[in-house]
């Protein structure tokens, strides 16, 4: 079991180790970060990912593990730390050179970091029985109100004030 960074027990890991883990939620960190609301790592992205992962985006796992392995490596090499050490304008400069494609040890450098965007992303707005959206996070920031059953006339052309629901509950974590 990876501790995420705020300390709290993360979920058992399905396809990627701890140590992939924690460059993950730096990265995921960097690319939607807590402010004075949530961020990618308190919705869940990175066990959304995991999940994926040994699931219907199996096909990327191999892209990860070494896109992963690189960021680790540029940031030893720009920075002479660890990336999930580094601090976060350093980690910010990691990730525009492989936003940018500008790593020249990993040459799918730019298609790695806009996958790992759009899957944090995806993490932060699916439905949660996906393995993120934790606690409807991203739902709530954006005030979707999930999938009702039906709207009263009254929310034609207002903003809907429900609270959020899932259509399906997330599995309950194994203890």
Known sequence: MVTSTNNQPAAALKALTAVEARILEAIADRIFPATETPGAVEAGA???IDQALVGDYGQFRSLYRNGLRAVERHAREKFAGK???LKD???DAVLSDFESGQVQSFKNAADFFETIRCH???GI???PHYGGNKDLIGWRLVGFPGQQYGYPDAYINKP???EPVATVEP???KK
Do not use: A, Q
Request: hydrophobic residues 40%.
């Open 89 to 91: 304008v350093e980690k």
């Open 171 to 173: 599995p309950s974590e």
């Open 120 to 122: 944090v992303l995806e």
């Open 125 to 127: 707005f699916c439905e």
């Open 46 to 48: 990175v066990n959304y």
């Open 83 to 85: 990336f999930t050490e």
């Open 160 to 162: 809907v004030d429900l």
